[in-house]
């Protein structure tokens, strides 16, 4: 569809991606056991050594069990030395970074994380467009052949951030009125994603210069745009919203909850326009994680020392 439509639907600011892969991978993923430990390499890496993207990821928690649990991380006090004695040494569960997850948590994993889905949560993972993965632990399963799938540990320590980040989990910036709501989830210079909650018909414009992707975690409703056919999204529904489509009306069937996920302009789609609405810098620079990797805080021109 890409090379068919071009700039039409991808966006003229984003017509590098017309002979590349789709800049965004966007999954529904509901383990019923736990998912191996694994991280992804940043870009220098895996273009240099996979001549592919790197992966940068976000969840956002749709469903988890007092059992549940997600690994984003290392614990707090140890150091690289003693993390990677452990994990060469098999002892993976000491180092790790165990959270029980909350419908409506939201998680960013930048590359280089050490990360893990346990059983019974479910989430939308969001993410660069790259399928280089590094195994460090699979639960010492094995398959149906009675071998365990293969690790990548010499890869992996090349990869990994040591440094212990105290909390990978985002607080939303929340902008609302009588009829809908919109929650800022996360923004990266990869992607940028909110949450909205509608109660009543909103009208949309599309943007020119970019795509959205939009996920239906709840709800229902109709995507309208005369003279086209309604389009009718319920709950696990996605659509892809061309640079192109111009307006269009999301009318909701009681409500509609919608992830929108985009490739953004992080100074005018993020900084600019929650600046003009009133919230701070703090607030702002906190959707783009903890760490001197936030992208946020060039878009916002602001000292990382000051945070």
């Given at each position: ?5 071009g ?26 056991q ?30 988890a069990?007092?059992e549940?649990?997600?690994?984003v ?53 969001i ?6 993965t ?42 609302s ?27 949309f ?61 992080l ?8 600046r ?27 000292s990382?020392?000051?945070?």
């Amino acid at each position: 569809m890409v090379r068919e439509l071009g700039s039409a639907l991808i966006g003229r600011q984003l017509t590098d991606y017309t002979d590349r892969p789709f800049p965004l991978l966007i999954k529904y993923l509901f383990p019923s056991q736990a998912l191996s430990v694994q991280v992804h390499p940043n870009d220098e890496y895996a273009r240099k050594e996979e001549n592919s993207n790197g992966k940068t990821e976000m969840w956002l928690v749709l469903d988890a069990t007092p059992e549940s649990f997600i690994i984003v991380g290392w614990k707090a006090g140890l150091s690289k030395d003693q993390i990677v004695g452990r994990l060469l040494g098999g002892d993976f569960q000491s180092v790790m970074n165990f959270i029980q997850p909350r419908i409506g948590d939201v998680y960013f994993i930048p590359a280089g994380t050490v990360h893990a889905l346990g059983p019974g949560v479910g989430v939308l993972e969001i993410q660069q467009n790259s399928d280089v993965t590094y195994r460090l632990y699979d639960w010492d399963r094995v398959e149906k052949d009675g071998k365990a799938r293969p690790l990548h540990m010499e890869k992996a320590l090349k990869v990994l951030n040591f440094d212990h980040v105290p909390e990978y989990r985002i607080a939303p910036v929340v902008v609302s009125d009588q009829t809908a709501t919109c929650s800022y989830l996360c923004a990266c210079r990869y992607f940028a994603a909110c949450i909205w909650n509608l109660k009543e018909a909103k009208e949309f414009a599309s943007d020119p210069s970019r795509f959205w992707v939009l996920n239906v975690v709840d709800g229902q409703g109709w995507i309208v745009s005369p003279p086209g056919d309604p389009i009718w999204g319920e709950k696990g529904a996605t659509l892809l919203i061309p640079a192109s489509q111009g307006e269009f009306t999301i009318e909701p069937s009681g409500y509609i909850t919608f992830v929108k996920s985009w490739v953004p302009d992080l100074e005018k789609d993020i900084v600019f326009r929650l600046r003009s609405l009133g919230f701070s810098d703090s607030e702002i620079i906190g959707l783009g994680g903890v760490g001197i990797g936030n992208d946020l805080l060039r878009a916002c021109n602001v000292s990382g020392s000051a945070f």
